[in-house]
């Protein structure tokens, strides 16, 4: 009985050792939990991958609406809270996200952040009975710094001074164009790599009257415009002296296409000069507007001028004349008459520097101090002439004269 038994246990054995039947469904189960782990793990982490990628562009996006806020005063404040706008405006599809840290560093020019988002498994969860713990929740951590780049910057603030900005307008365009100044100059004060100019313009623009012998100046008379409105040639300068005024810096536009170029000015090419702006003397007597004039401040027939004669058009029965009449020129014979600036002063109207109502323009300067001191001197008059603006915009970052100041384009 005891080897009977004895074989059949071996013979049980040997069959089930060689039993084949249920193998592959065995392997099947091991196989489809490794597919499972490797499917949950490759779309859950492409997911998280995805969520990440999505979060760093809108810190970054944060950051960089941030920057504009740097070297103003509530910098901290409104600096943080616009990056919190934009990142939430980014953010939609994820309100367990949150941006943290927000800094803003005016001396280095730096602005930092970085974020928080609660990321939850979905697949992953499924296998969390087999693997604890990979399924869970978890963290995800994205930072991002807008740096203030090592090149170097030239601006040329070319801002409307015109009457159209008068009451608030220019107000609002000072603090714009200081707020402005303060954000370029956040880390590089004291340093050359931000240059501003400023140019204020109007009717016309304001080269500063520090710059009456500059050799860009036609104070020879060699312009073609240089004797516009006068029946004899008469240099602007001297016509200055003669009524007591002093030119309070702006130019005419120069003719022949030029006042759109960045052609320098040489005085051997005398339409290449730039000619002091002078506002003729109006017809009418001094201080008395006429119609179509409002610029009348010298005596047509004052100065050096003849006197008109007077013509009587009636007598008394005594021979007295009862009504005179002046016999004055045409207007436009009385506006061109220089004799009248000599030994006459100016005595209502606006004077020669009629429509050069604007500040000086500020050449390009790396002194914050200086730039926010040009904006807050504007003021609003005048009409406007779009393109005298640009175009001293343009010149002043112009390596060529009048201004040197800029880098040139390979700089």
């Given at each position: 009985m005891?080897?009977?038994?004895?074989?059949?246990?071996?013979?049980?054995?040997?069959?089930?050792?060689?039993?084949?039947?249920?193998?592959?469904?065995v392997?099947?189960?091991?196989?489809?939990?490794?597919?499972?782990?490797v499917?949950?793990?490759?779309?859950?982490?492409?997911?998280?991958?995805?969520d990440?990628?999505?979060?760093?562009?809108?810190?970054?996006?944060?950051?960089?609406?941030a920057?504009?806020?740097?070297?103003?005063?509530?910098?901290?404040?409104?600096?943080?809270?616009?990056?919190?706008?934009?990142y939430?405006?980014?953010?939609?599809?994820?309100?367990?996200?949150t941006?943290?840290?927000v800094?803003?560093?005016?001396?280095?020019?730096?602005?930092?952040?970085?974020?928080?988002?609660?990321?939850?498994?979905?697949?992953?969860?499924?296998?969390?009975?087999?693997f604890?713990?990979i399924?869970s929740d978890?963290?995800?951590?994205?930072?991002?710094?807008?740096?203030?780049?090592?090149?170097?910057?030239?601006?040329?603030?070319?801002?409307?001074?015109?009457?159209?900005?008068?009451?608030?307008?220019?107000a609002?365009?000072?603090?714009?164009?200081?707020?402005?100044?303060?954000?370029?100059f956040?880390?590089?004060?004291?340093t050359?790599r931000?240059?501003?100019?400023?140019?204020?313009?109007?009717?016309s623009?304001?080269?500063?009257?520090?710059?009456?012998?500059?050799?860009?100046?036609?104070?020879?008379?060699?312009?073609?415009?240089?004797?516009?409105?006068?029946?004899e040639?008469?240099?602007?300068?001297?016509?200055?002296?003669?009524?007591?005024?002093?030119?309070?810096g702006?130019?005419e536009?120069?003719?022949n296409?030029?006042?759109?170029?960045?052609?320098?000015?040489?005085?051997s090419?005398?339409?290449?000069?730039?000619?002091?702006?002078?506002?003729?003397?109006?017809?009418?007597?001094?201080?008395?507007a006429?119609?179509?004039?409002?610029?009348?401040?010298?005596d047509?027939?004052?100065?050096?001028?003849?006197?008109?004669?007077?013509?009587?058009?009636?007598?008394?029965?005594?021979?007295?004349?009862?009504?005179?009449?002046?016999?004055?020129?045409?207007?436009s014979?009385?506006?061109?008459?220089?004799?009248?600036?000599?030994?006459?002063?100016?005595s209502?109207?606006?004077?020669?520097?009629s429509m050069?109502?604007?500040?000086?323009?500020?050449?390009?300067?790396s002194t914050?101090?200086?730039v926010?001191?040009?904006?807050?001197?504007?003021q609003?008059?005048?009409?406007?002439?779009?393109?005298?603006?640009?175009?001293?915009?343009?010149?002043?970052?112009?390596?060529?004269?009048?201004f040197r100041?800029?880098?040139?384009?390979?700089?």
């Amino acid at each position: 009985m005891l080897n009977s038994s004895h074989r059949s246990t071996q013979s049980f054995t040997r069959r089930f050792r060689d039993d084949e039947s249920g193998v592959s469904a065995v392997v099947f189960g091991i196989g489809f939990t490794a597919l499972a782990l490797v499917a949950g793990i490759a779309i859950d982490y492409g997911r998280l991958v995805t969520d990440k990628i999505r979060d760093q562009r809108a810190v970054d996006a944060a950051v960089l609406a941030a920057s504009d806020r740097l070297g103003l005063e509530d910098q901290d404040v409104s600096g943080k809270a616009r990056a919190e706008a934009f990142y939430a405006a980014n953010r939609l599809k994820n309100p367990k996200s949150t941006i943290e840290d927000v800094k803003l560093d005016s001396n280095t020019g730096e602005v930092s952040a970085k974020t928080k988002t609660g990321w939850q498994a979905t697949l992953l969860k499924g296998l969390d009975e087999f693997f604890p713990g990979i399924g869970s929740d978890r963290e995800v951590s994205v930072s991002a710094t807008v740096a203030r780049g090592s090149g170097t910057v030239e601006l040329a603030l070319v801002l409307d001074n015109s009457g159209s900005m008068s009451g608030t307008s220019i107000a609002n365009l000072r603090t714009a164009a200081t707020d402005l100044t303060k954000t370029v100059f956040a880390g590089v004060e004291g340093t050359d790599r931000v240059m501003v100019g400023v140019v204020p313009f109007a009717a016309s623009v304001n080269v500063g009257p520090q710059n009456k012998t500059a050799n860009w100046i036609d104070g020879g008379g060699v312009g073609p415009t240089h004797y516009e409105n006068f029946a004899e040639q008469r240099n602007r300068f001297e016509l200055f002296n003669a009524v007591g005024e002093s030119w309070a810096g702006c130019v005419e536009a120069r003719p022949n296409g030029l006042d759109v170029k960045d052609r320098k000015p040489v005085a051997s090419v005398g339409k290449t000069m730039f000619v002091p702006m002078f506002a003729p003397d109006e017809p009418g007597e001094a201080g008395r507007a006429r119609s179509g004039y409002n610029n009348s401040y010298l005596d047509d027939d004052g100065g050096q001028c003849p006197r008109y004669e007077k013509v009587c058009l009636r007598y008394s029965r005594r021979g007295n004349c009862t009504n005179e009449q002046t016999v004055r020129l045409p207007d436009s014979e009385a506006q061109a008459r220089t004799c009248k600036y000599y030994g006459q002063r100016r005595s209502g109207g606006s004077g020669p520097n009629s429509m050069c109502t604007t500040q000086p323009l500020l050449p390009l300067n790396s002194t914050r101090s200086d730039v926010e001191y040009a904006i807050s001197r504007m003021q609003a008059s005048g009409n406007t002439n779009i393109k005298e603006g640009l175009a001293w915009g343009w010149r002043v970052l112009s390596r060529r004269a009048p201004f040197r100041e800029g880098r040139g384009k390979n700089a």
